[in-house]
């Protein structure tokens, strides 16, 4: 199958000489720059997406001092390596590492894959993921497209962003990806286009005056950079109310796992219980600990409310501390005490940290 051809395209060869001047200027200097070993850039693109380059950066020096190889992550349980991750959100990125680890082992002796097929066969790696492993550490001429990428890459060549994502207009894409990082420095070029898209092709007021590209872009020489991509349209909001059992015993909480289902499983949670319209929390709450515990509790007023993001749901999550009066919990692998000073180590949802640091100063 030819490639599809993109009329009235910029020269590539020029605007790949322009991206690779400025990168090797403006360049930030970053953790992960610093390093050709394809593992931790394969954790670093991972940890990337959706999350801010600020985020990353203390996760990403705690997780390589503890698993800085393929071999000692392998080895790990997930609790470890959720509890590593917690507050970084997107949990499956966790596991789907941790699997990957895994094959790695059992598949390539330990050692990544610098075939991009063979990496997209790992768990969570999918094309953009092997075309960043395989440009960076290997020095292959493969392309990636991640958002940063495609607003760039739209602007650049004026790919209709109304229809952004579209099976055409991501091919066309792909395509002008695939001529940019042909010949030297393919790596350079993927990171220059990332960098461009982080630092000044952003979603708004792009500054074009400072970019590379800026006597090549189609977008800018339309007098319209802001409108390539056209915002897809999201899902609405869903707001939910819910409310937070504090329950302390001498230096431990009351922390349960969350179900198979649940974005959040594996790791571990306050009790809470989503409330429906019209219904008291102490009392709902209360019957709700007593129902799937087994614990008599007093409920006390809140003193605390948080906001929080899972997906679309924003969650308004409201502090309760309850004063154990009677019962034990059942024996189940899914309920645990936890001693306090053993928080910060625990695989803890970043629900749950932001809950006790409003509503239990000192503990987290």
């Known amino acids: 199958m030819t490639p599809r051809k993109v009329p009235n395209s910029p020269p590539v060869s020029e ?37 801010r380059v600020t985020t990353v950066i203390p996760y990403y020096d705690r997780f390589l001092r503890r698993f800085p190889d393929a071999r000692s992550l392998a080895k790990a349980k997930e609790e470890e390596v959720l509890g590593l991750w917690s507050g970084l959100g997107y949990y499956r990125r966790a596991r789907s590492l941790l699997a990957g680890a895994q094959a790695v082992m059992e598949r390539h002796d330990g050692e990544v894959p610098r075939d ?19 440009s960076i550490c290997f020095d292959l001429e493969e392309p990636i497209l991640d958002g940063n990428v ?10 209709d962003g109304g229809r952004l994502g579209r099976a055409p207009e991501e091919k066309t894409l792909w395509a002008h990806a695939t001529a940019i990082v042909q010949g030297e420095r393919p790596g350079d070029l993927n990171q220059s286009l990332m960098e461009l898209g982080a630092l000044l092709c952003t979603p708004t007021a792009p500054d074009c005056p400072d970019c590379p590209a800026r006597k090549l872009c189609r977008a800018r020489l339309a007098g319209s950079p802001e409108s390539y991509p056209a915002a897809r349209p999201r899902a609405a909001t869903v707001p939910v109310s819910a409310c937070v ?14 179900g198979p289902a649940s974005p959040l499983r594996g790791l571990w949670d306050l009790p ?35 906001t929080h993001g899972i997906m679309n749901r924003r969650i308004t999550l409201s502090v309760h501390p309850c004063r154990h009066k009677r019962g034990q919990t059942a024996k189940n692998p899914d309920v645990r005490w936890i001693q306090v000073d053993g928080l910060a180590e625990a695989a803890v949802s970043g629900a749950t940290h932001k809950v006790l640091r409003a509503g239990s100063p000192g503990i987290c």
């Open 15 to 51: 605007l790949r000489a322009s991206l690779l001047r400025w990168y090797d200027r403006e360049a930030r200097d970053l953790p992960w720059r610093r390093t050709s070993d394809p593992y931790r850039i394969w954790v670093s693109e991972v940890m990337l997406q959706q999350t």
């Open 116 to 134: 991009p097929a063979a990496l997209r066969k790992l768990p969570g790696v999918g094309r953009y993921t092997a075309g960043a492993i395989a």
């Open 150 to 159: 495609r607003r760039v890459l739209a602007r650049i060549f004026a790919v």
């Open 245 to 258: 059992a504090l329950v302390r015993r001498a230096d431990r909480l009351l922390l349960e796992r969350p």
């Open 272 to 306: 809470a219980l989503e409330l429906k319209p019209g219904l008291d929390p102490l009392a709902a709450l209360q019957a709700h600990m007593a129902r799937t515990h087994g614990l008599e509790l007093d409920v006390g007023q809140p003193v605390a409310q948080i």
